[in-house]
């Protein structure tokens, strides 16, 4: 067992590495693409008829995609590669830093956003930051005809805290509630609604990282309300929150 573990943790920093060398050596290249794309289209564009024009939009627009993919695969593949640094943190503080940054967008669009008092629980500040500020900007971005409101909660159940993110948007069907944690899962592949597909894996494998769960309940049209679980662990005397 000793002997496989170590092999399948090998096998899986190798597989770190790769992704990493990968999609960092696709960005020169794709860069190269783009670059030579839009002078062919600037230099050659009056000769162009609006079926070639079209073309060269295409491609562009694919090239930039192509770019918003390689980064959120880079930044998903640092993740994987991410060592745990647990400190006693306390919520209601990350809330508060993650609202400020925030606040503009939902002045925006006119969100509520309703904050429970919520525990200090250990974990890592930094990812758990990310965490919330993805699943807001999720509730925000596939927001409803109404306001956007959304309420952050916590309960503690046996020896895990479980937090809730609930809002008013536009739901999700139940056939879909755990493939949306895949990566590079979307449900709206019209250009509906930007995005890779990559936020909510990125929350999973922060969830993952803390040793705990995330699921999602939904209804299409009634909103939906993301839990995650954290493992309720006892801070030592000498930590400070």
Known sequence: LEIRA??????????????????HDLQEPL?????????????????LDEQATAYI??????????KKLILDLLEYSKFSSHRETHSVTDMNK????????????????KASLIIHPLPVVVVDQKLITQLFENLLDNA?????DN??????????????FVFSVCDNGI????????????????LHQNGTYEGTGVGLAICQKIVRLHH?????ASEPGKGSTFYFSIPRIKPAVHEKV
């Open 57 to 66: 939009n295409y491609a562009v627009e694919g090239a930039n995609r192509m």
């Open 212 to 216: 705990g769960s995330i699921w999602v």
């Open 6 to 23: 170590y092999e399948l943790a090998t096998t899986h920093a190798d597989l770190e590495k790769f992704v990493y060398a990968a999609t």
């Open 171 to 186: 739901g999700i069907d139940a056939g879909y509630s755990a493939k949306i944690f895949n990566l590079f899962q979307r």
């Open 31 to 47: 860069r190269l693409i783009g670059s030579f794309v839009q002078l062919l289209k600037k230099k050659y564009e009056k000769q």
């Open 94 to 109: 990350v809330l508060k830093q993650v609202s400020g940054s925030l606040s503009k967008r939902l002045e925006e669009v």
């Open 147 to 160: 306001a956007p409101v959304i309420q952050i909660n916590c309960t503690e159940e046996n020896d895990q």
């Open 140 to 144: 925000l971005k596939y927001r409803g």
